[in-house]
């Protein structure tokens, strides 16, 4: 397994130019998260600083490339508008752009639904995850520079994607910002936004405590206290795999928290458990799993593969530490045991060449390469 791993990712360095200067570079946020998880489950299980030097490289491309703006663009340095020494300090005060090959739509230009999938801008989901993956680097390295960037990128996330409600209520998000983070691309509200938020806050907080400068670290505590007002009463519930993936991904983070006595709130996960449930059940009953790969997205299927291997790591928490949590988690987690073998069905399917050689894989090569590595060896991703 980690065999397979490690030449995935050896791949991915050379074929998206992070090992290599003889290939053009390519980088994409969300693709770019899991790859450095998947840098750092190679250097905790081998111990070979290669894997180590690897995830850091790829986090100063990143910054580096996506926190600058384009090429294509007239405005030049780093997004947040901060000077070239500053910005070398703070890569993450703007925000940090998507990647995508064609630039933002510029503020006179119509909307376009389908073209504005190929457009650059920020997404908040792509930021939580990249968040995440400077989090794992500050806890791994304990350079806590790393805890204090994912700070501050949660930071400008949220005074960019949220606003205030015309009633006074909860606030909303935005689901696409400009590159700047100064108007809306799409003003609609991605359905799990608030959630995700809501538990990487969470994760952010618990990795400045264990830091030395902590009072150089924004506070986010106010963040958190609206996070968790635009969750209240919302419906989780999505068949989407990628969805349902990234439902599991926070209800295991808020076990972990729960354990390390950061969080506690066990009608808040029973909800998440009942809405994957209720998700899994859905998509399963579709039997979309029989389907050729021209008619799959692997990128999808393996977001839900390795939120299938949270449901597994959820039991292990639940039974090595008894009276924590609720009794009645413990039949929601057995009940979802029964969807975990399908992470392996998944993974083989997309490990097979004949199925590689599909345009629905060849068009999303980088993005599923990564996540493929995830599913098969989840643990950094998965851990706080």
């Not at 920020?122 to 995440?132: A, E, I, N, R, S």
Request: charged share 25%; net charge negative.
């Amino acid at each position: 397994m980690m065999a397979d791993v490690r030449n995935i990712m050896i791949e991915f360095a050379d074929q998206t130019g992070l090992s290599t200067t003889t290939k053009p570079t390519r980088r994409y946020l969300w693709t770019d998260a899991f790859a450095v998880c998947n840098f750092l489950t190679l250097y905790r299980q081998t111990g070979e600083e290669e894997y180590r030097n690897l995830a850091l490289d790829l986090i100063d491309q990143v910054h580096s490339i996506l926190g600058r703006h384009r090429a294509d663009d007239p405005r030049t340095g780093w997004i947040s508008g901060l000077s070239e020494k500053e910005g070398q300090s703070h890569p993450t005060a703007g925000g940090l752009r998507i990647g995508k090959k064609l630039n933002e739509r510029g503020p006179s230009e119509p909307f376009d639904e389908r073209l504005e999938w190929e457009r650059d801008g920020q997404y908040y989901h792509y930021l939580t995850k990249w968040m995440h993956a400077l989090e794992r680097v500050g806890v791994v390295t304990s350079d806590h520079k790393y805890c204090r960037w994912s700070v501050e990128l949660a930071e400008a996330a949220h005074a960019g994607f949220t606003y205030g409600a015309p009633t006074g209520g909860a606030k909303r998000m935005y689901w696409k910002m400009s590159i700047d983070l100064t108007r809306p691309l799409v003003p609609s509200m991605g359905l799990h936004d608030p959630l995700d938020g809501f538990v990487t806050y969470n994760e952010l907080r618990l990795c400045t405590e264990r830091t030395s400068d902590t009072p150089t670290v924004p506070d986010l505590s106010a963040q958190i206290v609206e996070m968790a007002k635009m969750c209240e009463g919302q419906n989780w519930e999505t068949d989407d795999p990628l969805g349902m993936g990234g439902l599991l991904f926070d209800a295991c983070r808020m076990f972990q928290m729960t354990v390390k006595g950061h969080f506690r709130a066990p009608t808040f996960l029973e909800v998440l458990l009942r809405s994957s449930q209720h998700g899994l059940n859905a998509f399963f009953r579709q039997n979309p799993l029989s389907d050729s790969a021209d008619y799959r997205l692997a990128f999808r299927e393996l977001g839900l593969s390795i939120g299938l291997k949270a449901i597994a790591k959820m039991r292990d928490l639940f039974e090595g530490n008894p009276g924590l949590f609720e009794d009645r988690l413990s039949l929601q987690i057995e009940s979802l045991m029964q969807y975990v073998p399908f992470s392996g069905t998944i993974e083989t399917f997309w490990q097979s060449p004949v199925n590689q050689q599909a345009r629905s894989w060849t068009s999303h090569h980088d993005i599923n390469m990564a996540m493929l590595a995830t599913s098969l060896s989840p643990d950094e991703f998965l851990s706080l």
